[in-house]
């Protein structure tokens, strides 16, 4: 009896984390710049990508270096012409976040997997 009071228990916890993770792949969707944006905002890149490869992408992107965040793959830029983001994609990053609801750490967890199931369903 005690083991299906348990499993009751993983199968109601595994449903919060899947409804949870579904939700949060709709919030990075729509969080996501349109490639013709530009202004402040955050550039991720696939998590272990080097700094210095990170850096000549941005460089190359034309993209002002503002700060870095915790995390060495997620950087906080800004750029006055048009089309920030869409050059940012082009040169390797995962997106281009703007005014995200959860911290940058999570967003770029979430943009990680985002892009991947982007890449699936191609």
């Not at 709709?26 to 996501?32: F, G, K």
């Not at 202004?39 to 870095?68: Q, W, Y």
């Not at 082009?90 to 703007?98: I, N, P």
């Amino acid at each position: 009896m005690k083991r299906s009071g348990h499993r009751l228990a993983l199968a109601l916890f595994a449903g919060v984390i899947a409804v949870w993770l579904a939700g949060m792949a709709v919030v990075m969707r729509h969080a996501a710049l349109p490639p013709e944006a530009s202004g402040t905002m955050l550039a991720v890149f696939e998590p272990g990508t080097p700094e210095d490869v990170v850096f000549a992408s941005l460089t190359r992107a034309d993209a002002r270096i503002v700060k870095p965040s915790g995390l060495s793959f997620i950087w906080v830029v800004a750029g006055d012409q048009p089309g920030l983001a869409g050059r940012l994609r082009r040169e390797g990053a995962l997106g281009a976040y703007r005014d995200l609801p959860l911290s940058p750490m999570l967003a770029g967890c979430f943009a990680f997997a985002d892009a991947k199931v982007a890449n699936l369903a191609q």
